[in-house]
């Protein structure tokens, strides 16, 4: 009777290693399947969520833009100030701006998920919200590929990676097009002006001088040192560039544009190449910018046939 009792023992232990060993196997071929909850930040941290994120704030208009594009609009609950695309976003909370979050709305909305900008958003007030628990994951796009990979991440983070990854696909063939249009073009100079009082240009770092370059502008200013620089109109003058262009006023508002007329000197005067970039497609480092450059890049093509 021992040894037919150890024979029945000996089976169910098998019996019961087997069916460990199945659901072993089972979970993790599940794991293997499922995408992984992960991505690094534009501070180069490491984020990983344990399940997809379904609660999100996003602290500017970039972000909101870049969720929204990735998939998520439906899981964001708040948004910062000026976050006006697409048209649904409007119709969200608001939660402050880039110089004062509403940290105690923030938390009271239980976020799975926080998206900062690195240039807009005090990392001081995002680290109370870290030291939380609530995760922040870091946007700063200084490259076009840095759009893509961004919606890449929002996406994975939020559980739609196939959607992430077909907008981003999308997104990098519209580049790869355009670059292979515009790789011959005249090398055409260009003052690109972002803001009138002080007047201020971006240097080669920034993306609007990155989508000049890809359309075969060259930026007058693109050595200066700081990102978004403070010019002198003496400057423009020495500098004088073949066109000047601008997006930081309202479609069909040509105030900043006029200021230049004072100068028939200059040769984008003279050539008539003064031009107004519609101003939600450069502004943001978005997917839009895909939209944008292309209308740049019809833009500097007009400018060369005037000179």
């Known amino acids: 009777m021992e040894r037919g009792e150890n024979r029945q023992t000996i089976r169910q232990g ?13 979970l993790s071929g599940r794991a293997a399947a499922e995408p992984e909850l992960c991505a690094r930040d534009a501070l180069d941290q490491r984020l990983c969520l344990a399940e997809p994120a379904t609660r999100i704030v996003a602290l500017s208009p970039g972000a909101t833009e870049l969720l929204f594009s990735a998939g998520a609009g439906d899981s964001v609950l708040a948004v910062s100030a000026w976050s006006d695309y697409p048209p649904e976003a409007a119709a969200l909370p608001r939660v402050g701006d880039s110089n004062r979050l509403d940290l105690e709305g923030i938390v009271a909305l239980a976020p799975d998920l926080v998206v900062a900008w690195v240039d807009g958003n005090s990392r001081s007030q995002l680290e109370k919200l870290a030291n939380l628990g609530i ?9 076009f590929e840095d759009i893509a990979q961004s919606v890449e991440d929002l996406a994975r983070l939020t559980g739609r990676p196939a959607l992430g990854a077909e907008q981003a696909k999308d997104f990098r063939d519209g580049l790869a097009r355009l670059r292979a249009e515009h790789a011959d073009a005249r090398p055409i100079s260009v003052f690109y002006q972002i803001w009138d009082q002080p007047l201020m240009t971006v240097n080669r770092e920034e993306l609007i001088s990155k989508a000049i370059g890809l359309c075969g502008g060259v930026n007058v200013f693109g050595d200066l040192p700081r990102l978004v620089p403070r010019v002198s109109t003496e400057a423009v003058l020495a500098a004088d560039p073949e066109a000047i262009v601008t997006s930081g006023r309202e479609d069909g508002d040509q105030a900043w544009l006029e200021r230049w007329r004072r100068f028939p000197e200059l040769t984008a005067v003279r050539t008539g190449n003064l031009f107004l970039e519609p101003p939600s497609l450069l502004v943001r480092p978005t997917l839009r910018m895909l939209a944008g450059t292309r209308h740049l890049c019809d833009t500097l093509e007009r400018a060369r046939g005037n000179l």
């Open 14 to 26: 098998s019996a019961r290693l087997l069916w460990v060993t199945i659901l072993v196997l089972l």
């Open 135 to 143: 995760p922040v994951f870091w946007l700063a796009p200084r490259r």
